[in-house]
């Protein structure tokens, strides 16, 4: 698998795209995605919505899971929030931790862009049978 059969895979995750996720590097066990935080993205207290964070965190999980080729799904998942960010950018590494046959766990900080850290979301995959579908 190469990196540009797998953006096309996530160019079809159409929810990502509506709100602005990218992923910027990807490999196997390893991915890092941002945002442009913009208005459409705070809550009632002018701050990021906590489901923007999650959602990064989990887009970047889902890319370092992924990118081996075998479909990985997401079955187990926690996240602790640490303080809002703060600037423009959001940004979530994801290393995976463990993995054996069908089950992998994932690390994700997620850090503003001036490296404070905002979030940490740990994730376990199941890896399915199936291959990933790229077009």
């Known amino acids: 698998m190469d990196k540009q059969d797998y953006d096309k895979f996530l160019q079809r995750d159409r929810f ?3 709100i602005g996720l ?3 590097e990807v490999k196997k066990g390893y991915a890092v995605a941002q945002v ?3 208005d459409n993205h705070l809550n009632e207290f002018d701050v990021v919505q906590g489901g923007l964070t999650f959602t990064l965190a989990d887009y ?3 890319a ?3 990118f081996g080729g075998q479909k990985a799904v997401g079955i187990n998942i926690t996240i602790s929030y640490f303080q809002p960010p703060q600037g423009k950018v959001l940004t979530a590494i994801a290393q995976e931790l463990h993995a054996k046959n069908k089950l992998a766990s994932y690390n994700v900080e997620v850090r503003d862009e001036y490296e404070n850290l905002v979030a940490v979301f740990i994730g376990m995959v199941y890896r399915k ?3 990933l579908k790229y077009d």
């Open 16 to 18: 990502a795209k509506f």
């Open 22 to 24: 990218e992923v910027t």
């Open 36 to 38: 442009t935080i913009t």
């Open 60 to 62: 970047a999980f889902a």
């Open 64 to 66: 370092a899971a992924n």
């Open 129 to 131: 049978k199936e291959p």
